[in-house]
């Protein structure tokens, strides 16, 4: 059976880097603090005209993954992006890549299922590919959450960065590639996480909003828990479904939310921290990008060789969930 598989990575952040030691001056917290409850020590931050708008840094991490690749733009039949912070609320994000790329034979679209939206968007190439839809695909995680963060709330504004990373699909009938994919969603809990906008419900006339497109509004304590556990399910699942165990795994590339949430799902999972990708510490939680980030860093470090399983687990607003077993192909 046809399945993709994975044959170039690309990634980019911002330059400006943002210490938790600048964000003392900001609001009531402390290096220490940011450091002890997240494992985040800086995040990077956008700034305007360099680049580094959502869809040019989806672009940046895009042409890396495709000279890794060695696909022509054009070669590229779908372009599918996760993102909660496109350039505009429309168009999508995806389309301005395509432009940016000139990928002119390729469907674009942007997928909005919070941080998850990368392995979503994996899952809906995957099967693209799988199905003869499409031969060679895009995946991209991208996001400016600088753009939304309410910097007068240290609860979040601490967690969150911004980055973009990318991969290449291609059809693959050998036993590498995209094993699987596991989506959840419920609905039920979006108020854990949410935007404040409520765009739709606002008539024109009264809508106040100065600059800012939205900020957020998160119950990080509850969150928290119900990651630990939906993360762990979904990761267990999917080694199951694959017929595998966790001592299979060569590489965990999970969601970089928190440090806390990451060592509880490695714990419950039972794959020691050593075989375990974490960025955080330089990145803090850039939401779609984070999987995409760390998979092609933990790829150009030569930490993933061909035929080594790696297991890739979300959790985001929504709430959203997933995992997908990838048998590495580069
Ligand atoms: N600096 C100092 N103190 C702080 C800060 C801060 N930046 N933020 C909160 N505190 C305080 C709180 O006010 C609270 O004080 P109180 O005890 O006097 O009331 C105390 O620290 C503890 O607050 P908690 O919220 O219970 O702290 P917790 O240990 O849960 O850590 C955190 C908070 C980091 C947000 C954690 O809950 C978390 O990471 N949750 C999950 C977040 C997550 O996964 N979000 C995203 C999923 S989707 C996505 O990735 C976008």
């Known amino acids: 059976m046809i399945k993709a598989r994975i044959v170039g990575t690309g990634s980019t952040t911002p330059k400006r880097i943002l210490t938790n030691k600048e964000l003392e001056a900001i609001v009531d917290t402390s290096d220490e603090w940011i450091i002890r409850r997240t494992g985040i020590k800086e995040r990077r931050i956008s700034s305007n005209g360099q680049g580094e708008d959502t869809s040019e840094m989806a672009t940046t991490a895009s042409l890396k993954a495709l000279e890794m690749a060695r696909i022509l733009p054009e070669a590229i039949d779908m372009i599918v992006m996760g993102t909660v912070t496109p350039d505009r609320q429309f168009p999508s994000a995806a389309c301005f890549v395509q432009k940016a790329l000139k990928a002119s034979k390729a469907v674009a679209f942007d997928v909005s299922a919070g941080c998850s939206g990368f392995l979503y968007g994996l899952s809906i190439a995957n099967n693209a590919i799988a199905t003869g839809t499409c031969k060679n695909a895009l995946v991209i995680g991208a996001e400016r959450l600088s753009s939304v963060t309410n910097w007068e709330d240290r609860s979040t504004c601490v967690l969150l960065g911004d980055g973009a990373g990318a991969v290449v699909l291609t059809p693959s009938i050998g036993a ?84 806390r949430i990451i060592k509880a799902v490695a714990e419950r999972l039972k794959i020691p921290m050593e075989r375990v990708y974490v960025n955080i510490e330089k990145y803090g939680n850039t939401s779609s990008a984070t999987i995409p980030i760390a998979l092609d860093e933990a790829n150009r470090e030569g930490l993933l060789k061909q035929g080594d399983y790696a297991l890739l687990v979300t959790f985001g607003a929504g709430l959203t969930w997933g995992a997908s077993v990838v048998k590495w192909s580069i």
Request: charge should be negative; include cysteine; hydrophobic fraction near 40%.
């Open 176 to 259: 590498d590639g995209i094993l699987s994919t596991h989506l959840q969603s419920d609905g039920n809990f979006w108020n854990l996480l949410y935007s404040y906008d409520e765009r739709s419900k606002i008539p024109e006339i009264l809508d106040t909003i100065e600059g800012k497109p939205f900020s957020l509004s998160m119950e990080g304590n509850k969150l928290f828990k119900k990651s630990v556990v939906c993360l762990a399910d979904i990761a267990a699942s999917a080694l199951e479904n694959n017929g595998l165990s966790c001592n299979d795994i060569k590489l965990l590339v999970p969601h970089q939310a928190n440090l």
